[in-house]
């Protein structure tokens, strides 16, 4: 009724021929800007509007602060990676940390502080179920009498007997991102939480201080780290300026091991270990965390393997001979790993520009050109020395056939592309533009403000599946909540709000998230295939 009262308005200033067509030609332009604006997508208010319903109805199911990763309609059923109480959260992706971090980012789209101290209350639950030994398992629990299994931080008023303590479990879990994803939401926290004075920020800050110092003790003389550390000194043989070799005798069979203790890249530990102190080095200015970067490049460096295979094992014994871990992961050259290793080199190069992480990045590229399945395409194993696809199963032994797989192992992710294209392709353009550009480039985006594209069209789907409690419901799942549809939904609202700063990324690059393109996506019961299990 508007735009019709608008076109006669603007059809009486025009009387003669002249006018008339002058009149078409503006009546057409009006119309098309009219249709433009309207593809345009839903307007602010109404994103901010659903921006504040799925947040207060998330923030309402919360324990402690804390957030699983799915939730029944009628909450009574939970689940992390497993089933799970009422009285537990979760800590791996897509856990409390991550959530933290988009409630930071909607108060950093929106200013709105009542999502800054959601965020802030999702740092004290990690506080709640930070371990003595600095890091976090990948779950807390909340019951008295649950939580006497962990030596928590905040309970050791009254340290446990000798007896109790072998019983205890403080081990810092590395594994899938579990540490450093709540050590790297505790550092965005602190940064955005600085401009905004809060009492309790303070134990927040000082739970930072201490994962980050623990972190530093966790660190072997020789650079790497361990899958997990009890926070007890390791005692174990330092390799060293030892460089990987293949043992010509190395077990064909599963060997029983304490594998938590080998120096680890699985599921991509060391890698998220040294760009968590990046961020921490450029957070604090504090140079032993990137003394500890430096020395984590170095034995990344002396743990690629001898040509013709240049890329990297999951775990390496201490004569940094590739080894085995679980039953299914045998000695070999890991290619999901070792795509996101390349990734972090030339995250390294740019950062401080050594060449040899230049250089290292590539042999290991050439390696990927030789070893594909087929376009895009890659096996989780190579064979050491003979680069033969291998595959393994509940039995121990080493299969060439992806068949005699055990059929509950077949979601390991056996072939992939594990982000190896995206690897090649920056790459190039470090090659391409030179490394001083890229830094020029990277500084330019962490200050811009520009917002990043938003598919008004998905937007729009999104704000209209959130239902009137402000959920997002699965429809293929038989009624769940996710963590995971959350994270992803409201990361699309606030890239249309132009939301993204310094707390933007959930994981580091390279890192698998729940991929964009759906407003909803299933139940998890694994973290991401790329990254495996």
Same mark, same amino acid.
Not at 262 to 269: E, I, P
């Given at each position: 009724?508007?735009?019709?009262?608008?076109l006669?308005?603007?059809?009486?200033?025009?009387?003669? =021929?002249?006018?008339?067509?002058?009149?078409a030609?503006?009546?057409?332009?009006?119309? %098309?800007h009219? #249709?433009?604006?309207?593809?345009?997508?839903p307007?602010?208010?109404? !994103?901010?509007a659903?921006?504040?319903?799925?947040?207060?109805?998330?923030?309402?199911?919360?324990?402690?602060?804390?957030? &699983?990763?799915?939730?029944?309609?009628?909450l009574?059923?939970?689940?992390?990676?497993?089933?799970?109480?009422?009285?537990?959260?979760?800590v791996?992706?897509?856990?409390? +940390?991550?959530?933290?971090?988009?409630? @930071?980012?909607m108060?950093?789209?929106?200013?709105?502080?009542?999502h800054?101290?959601?965020?802030r209350d999702?740092? @004290? $639950?990690?506080?709640a179920g930070?371990?003595?030994s600095?890091?976090?398992?990948?779950?807390?629990?909340?019951?008295?009498?649950?939580?006497?299994?962990?030596?928590?931080?905040?309970?050791?008023?009254?340290?446990?007997?000798? =007896?109790?303590?072998?019983?205890?479990?403080?081990?810092?879990?590395? /594994?899938? /991102?579990?540490?450093?994803?709540?050590?790297?939401?505790?550092? #965005?926290?602190?940064? !955005?939480?600085?401009g905004?004075?809060?009492? *309790?920020? #303070?134990?927040?800050?000082? $739970?930072?201080?201490?994962? &980050?110092e623990?972190?530093?003790?966790?660190?072997?003389?020789?650079?790497?780290?361990p899958?997990?550390?009890?926070?007890e000194?390791h005692?174990?043989?330092?390799?060293?300026?030892?460089?990987a070799r293949?043992?010509?005798?190395?077990?064909?069979?599963?060997?029983?091991?304490?594998?938590?203790?080998l120096?680890?890249?699985?599921?991509?530990?060391?890698?998220?270990? @040294?760009?968590?102190l990046?961020?921490?080095?450029?957070?604090?200015?504090?140079?032993?965390?990137?003394?500890?970067?430096?020395?984590?490049? /170095?034995?990344?460096?002396?743990?690629?393997?001898?040509?013709?295979?240049?890329?990297?094992?999951?775990?390496?014994?201490? *004569? &940094?001979?590739? %080894?085995?871990?679980?039953?299914?992961?045998p000695p070999?050259?890991?290619s999901?790993?070792?795509?996101?290793?390349?990734?972090?080199?030339?995250?390294?190069?740019?950062?401080?520009?050594?060449?040899?992480? @230049?250089?290292?990045a590539?042999?290991?590229? $050439?390696?990927?050109?030789?070893?594909?399945?087929?376009?895009?395409r890659?096996?989780?194993?190579?064979?050491?020395?003979?680069?033969? +696809?291998?595959?393994?199963?509940?039995?121990?032994?080493?299969?060439?056939?992806?068949?005699?797989?055990?059929?509950?192992?077949?979601?390991?992710?056996?072939?992939?592309?594990?982000?190896?294209?995206?690897?090649?392709?920056?790459f190039?353009?470090? !090659?391409?533009?030179?490394r001083?550009a890229?830094?020029?480039?990277?500084?330019?985006?962490?200050?811009? %403000?520009?917002?990043?594209?938003?598919? $008004?069209?998905?937007?729009?789907? !999104?704000?209209? %599946?959130? /239902?009137?409690?402000?959920?997002?419901v699965?429809?293929?799942s038989?009624?769940?909540?996710?963590?995971?549809?959350f994270?992803?939904n409201?990361?699309l &609202?606030?890239?249309?709000?132009?939301?993204?700063?310094a707390?933007?990324?959930s994981?580091?690059?390279?890192?698998?998230?729940?991929?964009?393109?759906?407003?909803?996506?299933?139940?998890?019961?694994?973290?991401?295939?790329?990254?495996?299990?």
């Amino acid at each position: 009724m508007l735009i019709h009262r608008l076109l006669e308005r603007q059809a009486a200033r025009f009387s003669t =021929a002249r006018s008339a067509w002058m009149y078409a030609v503006w009546s057409v332009s009006f119309l %098309a800007h009219v #249709a433009t604006r309207a593809e345009d997508g839903p307007s602010v208010a109404e !994103v901010r509007a659903g921006l504040e319903r799925a947040g207060a109805y998330m923030a309402s199911i919360a324990t402690h602060g804390g957030w &699983l990763w799915a939730y029944s309609l009628d909450l009574r059923q939970r689940r992390g990676e497993q089933p799970a109480s009422a009285s537990q959260i979760w800590v791996q992706f897509p856990g409390t +940390p991550h959530m933290g971090e988009t409630y @930071l980012r909607m108060y950093e789209a929106t200013g709105e502080v009542r999502h800054l101290e959601r965020a802030r209350d999702a740092a @004290l $639950a990690l506080v709640a179920g930070q371990l003595e030994s600095g890091g976090w398992d990948y779950a807390i629990d909340f019951d008295p009498a649950q939580r006497m299994a962990w030596r928590y931080r905040v309970d050791s008023a009254s340290p446990p007997s000798h =007896a109790q303590q072998s019983a205890i479990s403080n081990r810092s879990v590395y /594994d899938d /991102d579990t540490t450093q994803a709540a050590l790297r939401f505790l550092l #965005a926290f602190d940064k !955005v939480a600085a401009g905004v004075p809060n009492g *309790r920020n #303070a134990r927040v800050s000082a $739970a930072l201080s201490y994962g &980050l110092e623990k972190l530093l003790q966790a660190h072997y003389p020789n650079g790497a780290w361990p899958q997990r550390w009890d926070g007890e000194s390791h005692g174990r043989p330092d390799a060293g300026n030892r460089r990987a070799r293949i043992a010509r005798d190395y077990p064909r069979h599963y060997v029983i091991t304490d594998f938590h203790r080998l120096y680890t890249f699985n599921d991509n530990t060391q890698r998220d270990l @040294l760009l968590t102190l990046l961020a921490a080095w450029r957070h604090s200015g504090d140079e032993r965390y990137r003394d500890a970067v430096l020395r984590g490049a /170095d034995f990344v460096l002396r743990a690629q393997l001898p040509p013709p295979q240049r890329a990297w094992a999951q775990q390496y014994n201490e *004569r &940094l001979e590739p %080894a085995w871990a679980r039953r299914f992961e045998p000695p070999a050259v890991a290619s999901a790993e070792s795509a996101n290793v390349v990734r972090m080199l030339l995250d390294l190069y740019v950062e401080f520009g050594n060449a040899r992480y @230049l250089n290292a990045a590539q042999q290991a590229l $050439a390696w990927f050109a030789r070893s594909e399945l087929e376009p895009n395409r890659w096996a989780r194993f190579y064979e050491l020395s003979t680069n033969r +696809p291998i595959y393994g199963s509940d039995d121990g032994a080493i299969y060439y056939d992806l068949d005699a797989v055990a059929p509950r192992l077949r979601g390991y992710a056996w072939t992939g592309a594990y982000n190896v294209a995206a690897a090649r392709g920056y790459f190039d353009d470090i !090659v391409a533009r030179g490394r001083d550009a890229i830094r020029a480039a990277n500084g330019r985006t962490s200050k811009s %403000a520009a917002r990043p594209s938003a598919d $008004a069209a998905r937007v729009r789907t !999104v704000l209209a %599946a959130l /239902d009137s409690q402000g959920r997002w419901v699965e429809p293929q799942s038989a009624g769940w909540i996710t963590t995971a549809t959350f994270i992803e939904n409201i990361g699309l &609202l606030c890239d249309f709000l132009g939301g993204r700063t310094a707390s933007q990324p959930s994981r580091p690059s390279g890192i698998s998230a729940p991929a964009r393109g759906h407003p909803v996506v299933a139940v998890p019961s694994r973290p991401s295939a790329n990254d495996g299990w």
